[in-house]
């Protein structure tokens, strides 16, 4: 193993090869993937290879099999007393299998939808010196564009740039954000918390608390985005567009184009995720899982790269992140009993995203840390 900070990087086999020195070489460019597929390359650089074990790990389930198996639930009437039941019975039963659903009549404007799509792919294919004059890989910065978060910690890159933010604490000076996406993404941000606001008060019925039980435990009160995206890659058989992974936060919302590439692991077998116009993706996330000590799952995914693209998706992660708050998550108590003592101790929310950072995609459950 090399050492790169805290991080250990995986040796190649082939003696010579210096993948410390080639993963410097990509970050140093600021350019991210997209810089990769403009300078031409037809073959990737060996830092993307996944390793031959994950390569061969799971059999892809055709997704006709998903397209009846993925739920999808109607927000539409949810302030009627009894649609709001049906909805909190559906997504009960949902939940018992699945960590991943959709939504759809969550109330976002089909315009501002678009538009975010359209905002980050903007970015992404702007000016080179508006990214690089981003790129940063602290992880309490604000605003920043870079490529692989865990690009010094994975065992192998994915092939996937980034432009992310913390929307929440409100943003005090707009101008922070890119320009190519500054207004949309202020305005999706208020819808996105609007829908949060809605989806945390059903999970807390679900679990039988008070609609504002979450809430008021904090899980809103930190919103961060990240606008993906994943280029074309000319050699998608020995790479991965998102290594597997659970996410670090509460619940993400994902809104995805009409590429496809999300896959949700579910018995064994990768199950692809099609797009569904105007739906938002539901990602129940490992916070909710530590917090509701396993009721809720937070469910292994990852993108497959494509030899079409570039494929655009924006997530929404609720998250107090890297906020220096000192609040501690744990097992809500209404929760457990003598037959279901706690599985997991009381962790912060910074204590947390510190491990989650600290470990890379595609290695260990996270949440193993922190389990009693």
Known sequence: MVVAGDAEIPAEASPGYDRLKEIKSFDETKLGVKGLVDAGVTKIPRIFYLPPEDLTENETVPSRVLQTGLPIVNLGGVDREDKRKEIVKEIGVVLERWGFFQVINHGIPQRVLDEMIQGVRRFHEGADEEKMALYSRDPVKRVKFNSNFDLYQAKSASWRDTVSCVMTPDIENPEELPETCRDVWMEYSE??????????????????????????????????????????????????????????????????????????????????????????VVNIADLLQLVTNDKFKSDVHRVKAQKVGPRVSVGCFFTTHFHPSTKLYGPIKELLSEDNPPKYRQVTAREYQTHYYSIGLGGEPPLNRFKV
């Open 191 to 280: 819808h996105i918390k609007q829908v949060g606001d809605v989806l945390f008060a059903l999970l807390s019925e679900v679990l039988g608390l008070s609609p504002n039980y979450l809430k008021d435990m904090g899980c809103m009160d930190g919103l961060v985005f990240g606008g993906h995206y994943y280029p074309a890659c000319p050699e998608p058989e020995v790479t991965i567009g998102a290594n597997k992974h659970t996410d670090g936060c509460f619940i993400t919302l994902l809104l995805q184009d009409e590429t496809g590439g999300l896959q949700v692991l579910q018995d064994g077998h990768w199950l692809d995720v099609p797009p569904l116009p105007r739906a938002l």
